[in-house]
């Protein structure tokens, strides 16, 4: 009797160690209360505040560095406008992809705490149930076994709580080996929470140092810019004083084009190219049919690489962002939405869907911050709700090319109606005067991609 009660007992100890185990690790995944900082300061935190210092100072340093190695990349550019153009497409495309993975890799995190939270939630459910099981089991296990011939009716209950034991540790050790696995799990989900936070630093680092670089570049392309335009700073004033003029964006796009010279010329060279692209066309039926992705490559072009009308399934979005109002539908103020609307974070890029030139850049209205482009043959993109805008009337962008930054709330006057938290760009296709569909000419999955 003696060694199968001993076993029985041995059996509660195990299955008693096995639930302690598992509730140390419990204890050790979960986070530590911060220890109570002291009022004085010790001989380590001074010198743990020197080197802080110190990196700092490094930190400091090599961005001087990397400031004065970016200065002489873009002076040894030059006036070579294709070199440039390369460098600002590349680079804005580096900071979308980089924006893109932000989003992904914050939305991974925001499942994998979700999952910890509700693992945690299970375990601190049961607690108290499992730590007093816990607590009879550490004490039987702990027990030594009765004398036998000195007291028989102390083998008899050690007898019957054994014999009660033995029913109850198979449960007991399903249930810690259950708590074991979900506690390997938690590691494991803690783990890739901290991988994932790491590669979101990592991924916030090379977004601003892209920013950074591009905004180099662009303050170099516009200072090129100012040196050919030598009337720009009184044409971008003039044409400020024309929008107050009008009262609708028809009318702006008018008026620019008749009355503002830079406007006009960018007008004119629209049209003579779009007839040159039309009768090339003409001229090549496959030209416009096996035009891909690949027809924008040329960062030397002075003219639209394709004309607009064939375009369709190719342009990009200007922005990553959610789409949250769609062409035909509500505009949110009784209207009818004559665009579409993307939902974006702050500060995010702004690139060009589309070869174009510059008709209109500045504020109009209650659509904050506007940048008109004309893609020739009769079809113009406007694009407003940007905090800054960076190119300048007459100019002429590519494809994929950086023109403006998000701010960090919504500048369209329809959007701040619907107290939208997030800033918002609104974009809108027109043919000959008249607001069309812009889904068929975005790129496969383009419409619908949600980037932000």
Known sequence: ???????????????????????????????????????????????QREQELEAARARQKSAEEAQAKLKAEITSLGQDRTQLNQQ????????????TKIDETEARLRALNGREQAMRSSLD??????????AALQRAGRRTPPALLVRPEDALQSLRTAMLLGAVVPELRGRAEKIA?????????????????????????????????????????????????????????????????????????????????SAAKAAEKAAEAARQAEAKAAASASASAKSGPGVFKDRSRTTPAIVFASAKGLLPLPVNGNKIRDFGGSDGVGGVQKGISLATKPGSQVTTPCDGWVVYSGPFRSYGQLLILNAGGG??????????????????????????????????????????????????????????????????????????
């Open 125 to 134: 459910s049961r607690r108290a149930d499992i730590v007093e099981v816990l």
């Open 379 to 452: 079809y113009h993109v406007l694009i407003a709700g940007m905090e800054r805008i960076s190119v300048n009337i007459g100019q002429f962008v590519l494809t994929g090319e950086p023109v403006a930054t998000m701010g960090s709330t919504s500048q369209v006057a329809s959007i701040l109606a619907t107290n939208a938290s997030q800033p918002v760009l609104y974009v809108e296709f027109r043919k000959d005067g008249t607001p069309i569909d812009p889904g068929p000419w975005w790129a496969a999955n383009e419409g619908e991609k949600v980037r932000g």
């Open 181 to 261: 696995s979900e506690l390997g799990e938690l590691v494991a989900l803690r783990k890739n929470i901290a991988t994932e936070r790491d590669q979101l630093a990592s991924d916030r680092d090379k977004v601003r140092s892209d920013q950074t670089r591009l905004t180099a570049l662009v303050d170099e392309r516009q200072r090129q810019q100012a040196a050919r335009e030598k009337d720009l700073d009184a044409e971008n004033s003039r044409a400020i004083a024309l929008s107050r003029q009008v009262g609708d964006l028809q009318g702006l796009i008018t008026k620019m084009e008749q009355d503002l010279q």
């Open 88 to 99: 600002l497409i590349d680079t804005a495309t580096n900071v979308r992809s980089v924006e």
């Open 1 to 47: 009797m003696r060694a199968p009660l001993l076993n029985l007992l041995l059996i509660g100890s195990v299955a008693g160690a096995s639930l302690a185990q598992a509730y140390i690790s419990l204890a050790q995944a979960q986070t530590a209360a911060p220890a109570p900082q002291t009022a004085a300061v010790s001989p380590d935190a001074i010198k």
